[in-house]
């Protein structure tokens, strides 16, 4: 990894002057300090990525200074300098974590050397670090990604097929569903592993500020831009970009992005050299981009480049077979479920998907006083015949009834022939007349109004369905 800052301390003038003048000329920020003291406080109160500090120095020696640095930025490499070459100073540099020690009078390119050294020890320790951190990442993703319903089955397929090229994949879906734990298992199975996967959300970050977090700025290119910085786009080079809620993305930047697709390089607010940068875009959305682009709300050519591959997330009404393993898993041992609670989950509609269901859990984990959860404990659930969960979406009584009799008919050939119709029919209508006498107080000249049925339809369908009869 380059250097980008260095700080020298030397009490002798011509050395300060000799060092700054050449790392200054090789691109380098530099700040000098002519004693001790003065480089502890530049050291707390700057981050610099090589200190280059005399052994001895007024107010603070060096081998103290680098005591100090160990306590407070451990991660700074030090480099230790004397003008004189004992066996004794060289031992206790080293054992006190200095990086490396070198002796006055010294020709220039030993500088050079012991940066270039500097420079591949950072990227190597970055690249085991970025691997540690991935495979850690890795290993959640495979853990937190549930469900072995048909419908998810056919999601792990696609990323299968998917993750070994560096085709752009548009990934939609509800809100809650998962969609970046997608892209990272997309990230974690292709030969990007062990290079960064940055993800940003077009969405929740205000259109002035988000131009300069995709693509970074130059120094003095707007107010307050005290220093360069990097985009999100370079700091994902040669790994992978995921762009989440990319259907908020401003026309003017969609334009943008597409140059990168189309050019693979990145252009910094306020520069003017184009860098290149080896990106896989992931994007995202929970919006109809079809329809945005008819609406001219989304750039067509910008549509077409990122829907190579289109791997749509179902939501989780759509597999509520997976219900109860997701709330398993979400409880991870700390509580369990009874049969009411277990029903209680299984009713609900789940508009806001997963997401919704592991706070649900979460709360009901905390809020409860018995390690065994009841139905009582997810009083918090919204119905599909009470208000819906703001923020979320509508989630049609079709939809449900739909994925329920997909998952309960999916060998239909095989089943024996009879009145499928009148069987279907019997198991919605019973529990909807069930749920109206309950929240009507078991009257039924209410439930009857309610249903739009006469009373006494209402009485010969409670008899024919087996309903039992409660008084409150």
Request: proline share 3%; glycine share 6%.
């Amino acid at each position: 990894m380059p250097l980008n800052r260095i700080l020298v301390a030397d009490d002798e003038e011509s050395m300060r002057w000799v060092l700054s003048k050449a790392l200054k000329r090789k691109g380098f920020a530099v700040d000098l300090a002519h004693d001790g003291r003065q480089a502890l406080a530049l050291i707390q109160e700057n981050s610099y990525d090589l200190a280059i500090l005399d052994i001895k120095m007024p107010g603070i020696s060096g081998l103290d200074l680098l005591d100090r640095v160990r306590e407070l930025k451990s991660d700074l490499l030090v480099v230790i300098m004397t003008a004189e070459a004992s066996m004794k100073n060289a031992v206790e540099a080293m054992k006190r974590g200095a990086y490396d020690y070198i002796t006055k009078p010294f020709d220039l390119d030993v500088i050079d050397a012991i940066i270039e050294k500097v420079e591949r020890a950072r990227e190597i320790a970055g690249q085991v670090s970025l691997l540690k951190h991935e495979l850690k990442d890795r290993y959640q993703v495979e853990k937190n990604i549930i469900g072995n319903s048909p419908a998810m089955r056919e999601v792990y397929k696609t990323i299968g097929k998917v993750a070994g090229s560096d085709v752009t994949v548009l990934v939609q879906g509800e809100s809650g569903t998962g969609k970046e734990l997608v892209a990272r298992a997309i990230h974690f199975n292709s030969g990007r592993l062990g290079k960064p996967f940055v993800a940003i959300n077009c969405a929740a970050i205000p259109r002035d500020l988000l131009e300069s977090e995709l693509f970074g700025s130059e120094k003095g290119a707007y107010t307050g831009a005290s220093e360069r910085k990097q985009g999100k786009f370079e700091q994902a080079n040669q790994g992978t970009i995921f762009l989440d809620e990319i259907g908020d993305m401003p026309l003017d930047l969609q334009a943008k992005i597409l140059r990168v697709l189309q050019e693979q390089e990145v252009s910094r607010i306020g520069g003017t050299q184009n860098i290149p940068v080896d990106v896989r875009i992931v994007a995202a959305t929970n919006q109809d981009l079809v329809e945005k682009v008819r609406q001219k709300e989304f750039r067509e050519d910008l549509y077409y480049r990122l829907n190579v591959i289109e791997l749509a997330l179902p939501p989780l009404a759509a597999r509520r077979e997976d219900i109860l393993p997701l709330a398993e898993h979400f409880l991870d041992g700390a509580c369990t479920l009874d049969d009411d609670a277990r029903e209680a989950l299984l009713a609900h509609a789940w508009p806001g998907n997963v997401r919704e269901m592991e706070n649900s859990i979460k709360r009901a984990v905390i809020l409860s006083n018995d390690p065994l959860l009841t139905e009582a404990d997810f009083d918090g659930l919204a119905t599909s015949l009470g208000e819906k969960p703001a923020g979320a979406q509508e989630t049609s009584l079709e939809t449900l009834v739909d994925a329920k009799l997909r998952a309960c008919f999916t060998n239909i050939e095989k089943l024996d022939k009879g009145d499928i119709h009148a069987l279907v029919l019997e198991q919605v209508e019973r529990p909807l007349l069930r749920l109206i006498l309950e929240k009507t107080r078991w009257n039924q000249v209410k439930a009857a109004d309610i249903l739009g049925i006469n009373r006494n339809t209402l009485r010969k369908k409670i008899h024919e369905l087996g309903i039992e009869l409660k008084r409150d």
